[in-house]
């Protein structure tokens, strides 16, 4: 059993600084980092370490091949990595020492995944495996779709939100994964009650995971309501805790565990990954989850 990662490559430009930068400010930041990132890179890492069987399917520019070289030895099945000419998708991100972050992207290579490429892609997939995919790469329609054709399960994160997610055939998503303003925009409601009845009305055959920040997650499964608590730890950065979230998630329900303690076990690697700083480098391992969730019990 896999999960097939359609996501990003994103060359992450990490800068440390006391505050956001204002309009017509110059800011000096403190540290500077250039590292792995990009939700679907780090969704795939956090399944990797999680222990599932991962196939990435991306696009990165000839130059950052070593960053292909990095997933590949997080065990990750780069097979359907390819290079282009085009530069590859980076991020600008400024944190805070309240361990917040802000944001600039560039989608590059990451908007060059083709109908053809998910084809080939999914030509020797196995009808237990999962597809996964964000909001940062182009497609994403036809991933939906070709997965969902192929009688595959679909877990769909449309981060970052933008108005073509509305548009997209959520129908056709088995898991969407959102936080609490992806949420509110594709529901139009900003109350959790309203949230979860449009969810239930207008895509009943499609399980919803809100994550509500330090508030936990609530997961919609049929007629049920999950409601998880977040554990309470001392936060670092941000960065990558909702890619980690979603990768331990996956990884715990593909594989038929329950959903509660599927989505304990998510919430405990997401905790521990905000405790570090950076992206892919704060995904915990394994090991680090289970001996965590161990000292909460």
């Not at 399944?47 to 990750?76: C, P, Y």
């Not at 898991?175 to 207008?202: C, M, P, T, W």
Request: hydrophobic content about 40%; proline content about 3%.
């Amino acid at each position: 059993m896999a999960v097939i990662n359609f996501g990003s490559i994103n060359i992450d430009h990490v800068y440390q600084v006391d505050h956001f930068v204002q309009p017509g400010e110059t800011l000096a930041s403190s540290h500077y980092q250039q590292l792995l990132g990009g939700k679907g890179a780090n969704q795939s890492i956090a399944l990797a370490r999680a222990g599932s069987d991962v196939w990435h399917v991306g696009k990165v520019n000839q130059v950052d091949a070593s960053f292909k070289q990095t997933m590949i030895r997080e065990n990750i099945n780069c097979k359907h990595v390819s290079c282009t000419d085009t530069a590859s998708g980076h991020a600008i991100i400024q944190v805070t020492p309240s361990g917040e972050n802000a944001i600039v992207l560039f989608g590059g290579a990451n908007h060059e995944l083709s109908s053809k490429d998910i084809m080939q892609a999914l030509d020797a997939a196995k009808s237990t495996d999962w597809v996964l995919t964000q909001n940062e790469t182009s497609a994403i329609a036809d991933v939906i779709q070709q997965a969902k054709e192929k009688g595959l399960k679909v877990a769909f994160n449309p981060a970052p939100m933008t108005e073509s997610v509305k548009h997209l055939p959520l129908d056709c998503v088995d898991l969407l994964i959102v936080n609490e303003v992806e949420a509110e925009e594709i529901s139009g409601h900003a109350q959790l009650d309203k949230i979860e009845e449009y969810f239930r009305h207008n895509l009943p055959q499609t399980e919803v995971i809100i994550t509500l920040g330090k508030a936990g997650v609530r997961m919609l499964k049929k007629e049920k309501t999950i409601d998880v608590p977040a554990f309470s730890v001392t936060a670092v950065d941000t960065t990558a805790a909702g890619d980690t979230f979603i990768g331990y998630f996956l990884s715990a329900y593909s594989n038929h565990t329950e959903a509660k303690t599927a989505l304990v076990r998510a919430c405990a690697a997401s905790a521990l990954a905000v405790t570090k700083a950076g992206a892919a480098q704060s995904i915990p391992s394994k090991e680090e989850v289970n001996r965590f969730v161990a000292k909460q019990q």
